[in-house]
């Protein structure tokens, strides 16, 4: 049985037949329609644009060596997906929640951090490395920034500046896109010891604590939603060093069958319960966004999109098949086995699809924006690229 479309998606199709027909261009107005002002961003430190390094500053070079020749925040050498978005979109670089003072906000705000899971942690950042900013707090922020915006606006009447902060219109929030790429964390967070069926317990409640969030944000007047599934972990090199795992489980590009399989069947829960979602939910758009089966192509075959190295870390300590190593992380310089060693990056970041063993590369981000742009991985359909003008992201 097919699912019931919104009506603002209904819509979009009718602008795109009415084009065909009259064979003329896509009428303005639809264009128009399916322009979004602002995102707003929830995730880890796939999407951070700075937000943890506001909150605990001590970023080091290289990363940000590639775009911004400097430290900017971002767990890459250049930018990370949501600046992609963002810059297709015609949009200016999210400014992360956490860094308050001087930021502009009027196109969105980014409520990522490093380290972030869905799951609310059990323990502190320092004792377990997880991030105090779990999406359930990450949406507490949303809510207080609305807050802030619709108090502004009236005490100010309609001027959006709050100090040195710039805040957008009060009617932002229905008209804004609302991006989520976070889950990675609480997947891999403890895989090593509990193993995958150990991890499987708890997926049901990361699935819907995400559904759940988008139903919250609705009732706040959200009404798109892009969630960004899981990545490919066991083509990651940081993984494929640190999990336990048999020769017999490397396929013939050098990923681990048996973690793939299981960020599958995880990615597939996600899908069944945005499905859901989107029933309940019959005027928003609910999208599904197969980042996946993008990465997945880069990783497996990095030669056909202008890459070199998929399985290979360019910042890391160690060489050989993965330089990766988990005592002597990107950027870091520590004692091992009596000898300081210092964990550097390569030359040509852009040959690689990952930056450091667990996040992608300015290139490899760059190419996930563009397949996303193209429309193929949405579920359901959702025909951005027939609607809205997407700028070159360079």
């Given at each position: 049985m097919k699912e019931a479309m919104s009506n603002k998606v209904w819509g979009l199709y009718m602008c795109v037949f009415l084009a065909v027909l009259t064979a003329t261009a896509v009428p303005a107005g639809c264009v128009a329609n399916c322009s979004f002002p602002a995102i707003f961003n929830f995730g880890d430190s796939n999407t951070d644009t700075g937000g943890f390094w506001a909150a605990f500053p001590a970023q080091r070079p290289p990363h940000g060596m590639t775009f911004f020749k400097k430290p900017v925040g971002r767990a890459t050498d250049g930018r990370v997906i949501v600046d992609f978005l963002a810059q297709g979109l015609g949009l200016a670089f999210l400014s992360p929640y956490l860094k308050s003072i001087g930021s502009d906000y009027r196109n969105g705000v980014n409520f990522a951090t490093l380290a972030s899971t869905v799951r609310l942690p059990h323990s502190s950042l320092f004792d377990t490395g997880v991030s105090p900013f779990s999406l359930a707090i990450q949406f507490n922020q949303f809510?207080?920034?609305?807050?802030?915006?619709?108090?502004?606006?009236?005490?100010?009447?309609?001027?959006?500046n709050h100090g040195n902060t710039k805040l957008p219109p009060k009617n932002i929030f229905g008209k804004a896109l609302y991006t989520f790429y976070i889950g990675q964390n609480d997947f891999t967070g403890n895989l090593a010891s509990l193993g995958i069926n150990g991890v499987k317990q708890f997926l049901p409640e990361v699935v819907g604590q995400i559904a759940s969030t988008i139903k919250d944000i609705y009732t706040l007047g959200g009404r798109t939603f892009f969630i960004l599934n899981l990545a490919p972990i066991g083509c990651y090199p940081a993984f494929l060093v640190e999990l336990p795992h048999n020769n017999s489980d490397i396929d013939q590009f050098g990923c681990m069958k048996s973690y793939n399989n299981a960020v599958v069947d995880y990615n597939n829960m996600?899908?069944?319960?945005?499905?859901?979602?989107?029933?309940?939910?019959?005027?928003?758009n609910v999208v599904y966004v197969d980042t996946h089966s993008i990465l997945l192509e880069l990783f497996q075959h990095p030669t056909s999109h202008g890459l070199k190295y998929g399985t290979k870390a360019c910042c890391g300590y160690g060489g050989g098949d993965y330089n990766f190593n988990k005592e002597v992380f990107c950027g870091n310089t520590k004692v091992v086995n009596g000898q300081t060693v210092s964990a550097g990056a390569c030359e040509d970041p852009y040959n690689y699809v990952s930056w450091d063993g667990i996040h992608a590369t300015d290139?490899?981000?760059?190419?996930?924006?563009?397949?996303?742009?193209?429309?193929?991985?949405?579920d359901p359909p959702f025909p951005l690229h027939h609607f809205c003008h997407i700028h070159p992201i360079g």
């Open positions: 809510k207080q920034f609305k807050v802030m915006v619709d108090e502004q606006e009236q005490e100010q009447h309609h001027s959006y996600l899908k069944d319960a945005l499905r859901q979602t989107r029933q309940d939910l019959k005027d928003a290139a490899a981000n760059k190419l996930t924006a563009k397949a996303i742009f193209n429309g193929s991985y949405f």
